[in-house]
């Protein structure tokens, strides 16, 4: 798959509660994991992707529970042997994503990974997606406000997981 982060300059990239920094306007990372190993395996894998944010716990934790709760509901749907944990962030928010599909990337062009794919059920706000090959994709998706902002109570969390005040 190449590099991971698409970036403008060249700099060094960033992602921070507040968003991905410039000059980065998307990252990818990916973790694999076999299911053999299950939802240890599987956890590990959600831990080393939502390691590369550099922002405060408060913001790293909604963003690591989505990826344990993507794997688990994958790891429910599909037999495949390895599945991997993908965290995408561009501009406009992060998102997380559980996949048996091991070749394809989340938004490497417009005709693959889950973008295009029908929706097949909601399941405690992941979105599960089936492509016509038997993939199956669960995913979520959050925005760039604090996710912490319900903390003292001044907010109220939306279904995708982003924060309104």
Do not use: Y
């Not at 097949?120 to 669960?138: M, N």
């Not at 109220?156 to 309104?164: C, E, L, M």
Request: glycine share 10%; net charge negative; charged share 20%.
């Amino acid at each position: 798959m190449g590099t991971p982060v698409r970036t403008s300059s060249g700099g060094p990239p960033l992602l921070t509660e507040c968003g991905v920094m410039e000059p980065v306007q998307e990252m990818e990372f990916t973790a694999h994991f076999s299911r053999a190993d299950g939802e240890f395996a599987a956890d590990a894998a959600a831990v080393a992707v939502t390691r590369v944010i550099d922002a405060p716990p408060s913001f790293v934790t909604p963003v690591l529970d989505a990826g344990r709760s993507a794997s688990r509901c994958l790891l429910a749907r599909s037999a495949a042997d390895t599945c991997r944990i993908v965290l995408t962030a561009d501009p406009t928010g992060i998102t997380v994503a559980a996949t048996d599909d091991v070749k394809v990337s989340l938004d490497s062009c417009d005709q693959v990974g889950a973008k295009n794919l029908p929706l097949l059920a909601v399941v405690d706000g992941l979105k599960v997606h089936h492509g016509p090959d038997g993939h199956v994709w669960v995913v979520w998706r959050g925005s760039w406000w604090r996710m912490d902002a319900t903390a003292d109570g001044n907010g109220d969390r939306t279904p995708d997981g982003s924060v309104q005040p």
